[in-house]
């Protein structure tokens, strides 16, 4: 999750400190929160990037020490935030913040506003979206330069990607809007750009939003077709998440409400999946991947509120988890069986 306390993009002691404790949870991957791949694609001020020099060096010695001291594969999310960006930190409202009062100009598919009342973004012409996926392409090569595993591509809610796919906030009349195939096509040029980026035995997986819960807007269907059309070109993994385009969407809330889109993913076109969305017990997380729902649970609240809860879903499901040797002796005598004896540091 983000955290928006990064420095013009650049990663801080901050960073450091949270990575830090998650790699030593015994999660079996942890991802970067989505990093911008350009200084107008942050959200906030405060978002973490990689474009340049400057970002990149920031952010090394923070992925250096999370290999140095944990096994733990290490992935980053890639991430541009479109008609959503220059924004207020959500404890501040997250409202839109114009150029004249130190924000900066947002770009999008078309020139909708995300909410009424705000100034629209301004419409990408070709080379605007040229300079976006070159920029992806970029960022990935930079990650992989620093260390991480793998590529996520944040491609869900309401971002640029999601706002090209969205009928909702794509109304353009070009190639890259109208049917469902041309409003994937800048999404899945994309994706070429950082699958090309990204070596083939380093992974390369999608966030999605599986709905808009919107009528008439972006929808299950139409994300197995995209999934499909990921599959076709390399993709490794889709993360099913939702909502996000409009605040007009009617989002139906409950314990693993996400579950089923994911589900349906999987069953569809055989792509491993990963699901998301108030997963907050280990039982309920185990049972999920057992029954063939999902291929992979991502927790994301639930591990901000407990940086340690793969020890304690491992305790409860009697499974074992890999932590740096330090933290060995930590369990009750009951549970001290979860650890795997196994020394820390691949770099």
């Known amino acids: 999750m983000c955290q928006y306390v990064a420095e013009d993009g650049k990663a801080t002691a901050w960073h450091l400190m949270h990575l830090g404790t998650l790699a030593q949870s015994g999660a079996g991957m942890l991802c970067i929160e989505a990093t911008a791949v350009l200084p107008e694609g942050r959200i906030t001020h405060g978002c973490l990037g990689l474009w340049d020099d400057a970002t990149e060096s ?3 010695p923070v992925v250096a020490a999370v290999r140095d001291y944990s096994n733990t594969p290490l992935i980053m999310q890639v991430a541009h935030a479109g008609r959503k960006a220059s924004s207020r930190v959500p404890w501040e409202g997250g409202e839109l913040i114009l150029p004249a009062a130190d924000g900066w100009t947002i770009y999008g598919p078309s020139a909708i506003s995300q909410k009424d009342g705000e100034n629209p973004p301004v419409e990408l012409d070709e080379a605007g979206m040229r300079r976006i996926r070159d920029a992806f392409g970029e960022t990935a090569r930079r990650a992989l330069r620093l260390g991480v595993h793998g590529i996520e591509i944040h491609g869900a809610h309401g971002y640029l990607i999601h706002q090209f796919l969205s009928p909702i906030s794509n109304r353009r009349t070009d190639q890259y809007g109208g049917s469902l195939e041309n409003r994937m096509r800048f999404p899945l040029e994309l994706f070429e750009t950082v699958r090309g980026a990204v070596p083939e035995d380093k992974p390369v997986g999608v966030k999605v939003s599986a709905t808009d819960w919107v009528a008439c807007g972006w929808d299950l269907e139409q994300t197995i077709e995209f999934a ?7 993709a490794d993994w889709i993360d099913v998440s939702s909502a996000g385009i409009s605040p007009h969407q009617k ?26 969305g108030l997963i907050t017990e280990p039982h309920q997380a185990e049972e999920i991947v057992a029954s063939g729902k999902a291929d992979l649970v991502a927790l994301a609240r639930a591990m901000l509120y407990d940086p340690r809860w793969p020890w304690h879903a491992a305790a409860e499901l009697g499974g074992q988890v890999d932590t740096a040797p330090s933290f060995w002796r930590a369990p009750p005598r009951q549970h001290g069986g979860i650890f795997h004896y196994n020394q820390y540091g691949q770099r």
């Open 228 to 234: 499909r059309e990921l599959k076709k070109r390399g």
């Open 58 to 60: 920031a952010l090394k």
């Open 251 to 276: 989002v139906m809330i409950g314990p693993g409400y996400q579950v089923p889109f994911a589900q349906a993913v999987r069953e569809a076109t055989g792509l491993t999946t990963i699901a998301v």
